[in-house]
């Protein structure tokens, strides 16, 4: 066993010499994609508030938005839709990869390792001009649904379906995870789910995205390291975790009981708290309403009635609001999608979002090299290894 080692004493290791623990409030870059503003609660696309895109745009228009900086035109959209379409197929090799997958891979593993591979069978992947980079965004968000649908049907023992191109991008999402054509609720539903996880300033998963790209790395390594740090319970995985919980409670009476048990062992609750909102969290709101609209039609509430009194019972006993991730547990479970698909389509749709930071780091690159402050163990001799 090692000998703790005393810090150098003649070190500075007053707080002040770390900016702030896990970079939190530290300004790493300019961007002019997105603005979220914790003490308002405000979501900027940009420019373009959350609350009107979520009741009047659709993903095709956001994902433009956020590609090139501004909403399209008629003749824009039609060949932005026409290129999505174009690649909605991927390739079989991936499809086959998919297939040879050990059935318990956690979904997010096999879409990281999915999404990595495509790059072997895109021919302008190294190609980190701006107009092949533009294209390569289009190519993943097209495929990533392609993808993220082929892994939730075979982890259920179903071949992958096909896409079609006569669907809207949520529309031929949803069929390609059913296999059926979507309801237009449903198709909806899925459509804002989409617009409003596209895009979130520099979180975790976009933050890791750019420091790939900075070192001019291509887009597919900047993608794949985004799945990697997006998977972690602490940022995308929480919505699975909000599924087990609401399963685990089980009844609204269970609520609070549940919830000053996890408070007394200081356990954490999964949906509540964000590193920026300070209020609410301006996305779950559509997605609570979503949900409570999806729980009549199915005719099964249950999970939204404990979500609420869940929601009531946290923020009276931490003082923290639910995130994106909490009301977006109950509803893609009304959508039919399984607990541990819920991050996959997370990154289906925050795809986006990436792909936009990568294009503006790229286009004024500079390293991503923060500095560190050392208080190891002061410089010592090197031990033989017998006088150790
Ligand atoms: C999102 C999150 C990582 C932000 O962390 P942060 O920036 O450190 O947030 P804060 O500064 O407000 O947290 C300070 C303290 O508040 C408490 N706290 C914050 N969120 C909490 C939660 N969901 N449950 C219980 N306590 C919480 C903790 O004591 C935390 O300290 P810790 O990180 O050392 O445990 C954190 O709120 C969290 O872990 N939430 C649960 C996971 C989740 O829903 N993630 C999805 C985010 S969209």
Redesign the pocket.
């Known amino acids: 066993m090692t000998a703790a080692v005393a810090p150098d004493a003649d070190k500075d290791h007053s707080a002040d010499k770390i900016a702030a623990r ?1 970079l ?1 409030g530290v300004v790493a870059a300019d961007t002019t994609i997105c603005d979220v503003d914790g003490e308002l609660g405000k979501l900027i696309y940009r420019g373009y508030n959350i609350h009107e895109l979520a009741t009047q745009s659709t993903f095709e228009e956001t994902a433009y938005l956020l590609f090139k900086g501004e909403l399209p035109n008629d003749a824009q959209l039609a060949d932005f839709n026409r290129q999505l379409v174009h690649h909605r197929q991927v390739e079989p090799q991936v499809l086959d990869f998919l297939r040879s997958l050990p059935k318990d891979t956690p979904p997010m593993t096999a879409l990281r390792s999915a999404v990595s591979m495509s790059a072997a069978y895109d021919p302008i992947a190294e190609d980190e001009s701006p107009a092949a980079n533009f294209e390569k965004s289009i190519r993943l968000t097209a495929e990533m649904t392609t993808i993220v649908a082929a892994i939730r049907r075979l982890s259920a023992g179903l071949e992958p379906v096909a896409p079609r191109s006569d669907l809207s991008h949520a529309g031929n999402f949803m069929y390609m995870l059913n296999g059926t054509a979507p309801s237009a609720d449903a198709e909806k539903a899925m459509d804002l789910i989409l617009i409003l996880h596209a895009e979130h300033g520099l979180n975790a998963s976009t933050f890791a995205a750019r420091v790939i790209a900075a070192t001019l790395s291509d887009l597919y390594s900047a993608i794949t390291g985004a799945i990697g740090a997006l998977k972690g ?4 995985g ?1 919505n699975t ?2 599924l087990k919980t609401l399963f685990e409670i089980g009844s609204v009476e269970n609520v609070v009981p549940w919830v000053d048990a996890v408070r007394a062992k ?10 920026v909102y300070q209020v609410e ?1 301006p996305r779950a709101v559509h997605l609570k309403e979503l949900s409570r609209r999806l729980g009549i039609e199915t005719g099964d509430s249950k999970l939204y009635d404990i979500s609420i009194a869940m929601e009531q019972a ?1 923020k009276a006993s ?1 003082k ?1 609001n639910c ?4 009301y977006s547990a109950s509803l893609q479970h009304y959508m039919g999608i399984p607990g541990d698909m819920f991050t996959c389509v997370f990154a289906a749709s925050r795809i986006v979002g990436w792909c936009a930071h990568v294009l503006e780091q790229v286009s004024d690159n500079k390293i991503i090299r923060p500095s560190s402050n050392y208080i190891g163990a002061p410089e010592r001799n090197y031990k033989a290894i017998g006088t150790r």
Do not use: S, T
């Open positions: 896990g939190k319970p602490l940022h995308g929480a975790e909000v200081k356990g954490k609750f999964m949906g509540f708290g964000h590193a969290d946290v931490i923290k995130n994106v991730d909490f």
